[in-house]
């Protein structure tokens, strides 16, 4: 049972450059999510989705983009890299009211 | 406002012995959920205890108890008889029943270091 898988792990990024953070969930969840973690901080949420076809802006969208054509998979993608996209990504899924299951991150630099 | 105000960055327990780490939040909805999370030094983010805000008797789970304190807004996390491997950051978040997303706002973390 694979829970969420997110990939690639690390990844380091020059700035302007853009880039497709994967993330894929095999439990039939609706709901997923993308969240940031700064260092020494809490997660902040960028974009998450309902449903297939259904996304919408967390607390810190900009930047970022994602799409969801499948239950499956919510990439999130990152245009123009700046210095304060240095973070760490997660991914979730849950189903409607159950905790959410998270990935085990993407460590991201931009320099 | 903060929504999820954890106030202690930093706590030391010696093994053994029980631990509070503080949770208050801020929310208008009378239906939301309350989480703990920990979060070991290798990254990963691991559920461990939640607690609904009809549900009228603390969440425990194993060593986790949650201390609900509605009145107060309060949800803090208790862990009983700590052990080396309970060194980690943990995380309180809420998710308001209002809102159709389901997403968990995280406060900030306290880290705990369990010595032995």
């Known amino acids: 049972n694979a829970g969420v898988t997110q990939t690639p792990k690390f990844r380091i990024l020059k700035i302007g450059q853009s880039m497709t953070l994967q993330c894929a969930q095999d439990?039939?969840?609706?709901?997923m999510y993308w969240y940031r973690q700064d260092p020494g901080m809490g997660l902040k949420l960028i974009y998450y989705?309902?449903?297939?076809?259904?996304?919408d802006k967390g607390e810190v969208p900009n930047g970022y983009n994602v799409s969801r054509s499948t239950t499956e998979d919510f990439p999130l993608r990152l245009e123009l890299a700046a210095p304060s996209q240095t973070s760490v990504y997660f991914c979730?899924?849950?189903?409607?009211?159950?905790?959410?299951?998270f990935g085990n991150g993407t460590r991201l630099t931009v320099t | 406002a903060q929504k999820i105000t954890q106030t202690q960055p930093g706590m030391f327990v010696q093994e053994k012995e029980a631990v509070t780490l503080d949770c208050t939040y801020d929310?208008?909805?009378?239906?939301?959920?309350l989480f703990w999370y920990k979060q070991p030094s290798s990254g990963e983010m691991i559920f461990l205890i939640y607690?609904?805000?009809?549900?009228?008797q603390n969440a425990t789970e194993g060593r986790y108890s949650l201390n609900f304190q509605k009145a107060r807004k309060s949800a803090n996390l208790v862990i009983s008889a700590s052990q080396l491997g309970d060194s980690a950051m943990y995380f309180c978040?809420?998710?308001?029943?209002?809102?159709?997303?389901?997403?968990?706002?995280f406060g900030s973390g306290t880290r705990l270091q369990v010595q032995p």
């Open positions: 439990m039939n969840h609706n709901y």
């Open positions: 978040a809420m998710r308001e029943g209002q809102t159709g997303r389901r997403a968990l706002t």
């Open positions: 607690q609904g805000s009809y549900d009228e």
């Open positions: 979730a899924s849950s189903p409607s009211n159950s905790p959410l299951h």
């Open positions: 989705s309902v449903g297939a076809g259904i996304t």
């Open positions: 929310t208008s909805d009378q239906s939301y959920g």
